[in-house]
């Protein structure tokens, strides 16, 4: 079974960066998608960023894009999200989530029912 390890999540003041990584354990997929969600309190979960290791295919929330950066290790194991400018507004607990081999459309990837793995959450608070 897949198991997502999760770190890199914090405090931080508005304009600032952080970075988030998210380590896929024990999976045998020839091909993943990975991404991160978040959900802030008495919100919906939402996604932020994603990425398919088969082709290196990105997809971003419109909010997330210009100042995050989704990226993926050689091994195709590890993702790292890259946030800058940071804002009050990104305050929230990020999931990471894994889904095996392709999904069904480039828009099917900030689709969190598509996502079968989930992490425990990392907390950021911009303040």
């Known amino acids: 079974d897949v198991q997502l390890v999760e770190s890199g999540g914090g405090s931080v003041q508005t304009g600032g960066s952080l970075i988030l990584s998210c380590a896929a354990h024990?999976?045998?997929?020839?091909?993943?998608?990975m991404g991160w969600f978040r959900q802030a309190p008495g919100k919906e979960r939402e996604a932020v960023a994603t990425?398919?290791?088969?082709?290196?295919?990105?997809e971003y929330v419109d909010s997330a894009k210009g100042r995050f950066t989704i990226s993926l290790d050689n091994a195709k194991t590890t993702i790292y999200l890259q946030m800058n400018d940071l804002k009050e507004e990104d305050t929230a607990m990020y999931f990471c989530?894994?889904?095996?081999?392709?999904?069904?459309?480039?828009?099917?990837?900030?689709?969190?029912?598509?996502?079968?793995?989930w992490g425990q959450g990392t907390q950021v608070t911009v303040s």
């Open positions: 024990g999976y045998s997929y020839a091909s993943i998608c």
């Open positions: 990425i398919y290791s088969g082709t290196g295919t990105t």
């Open positions: 989530a894994a889904a095996p081999g392709m999904l069904p459309g480039r828009r099917s990837m900030l689709l969190a029912p598509q996502y079968r793995y």
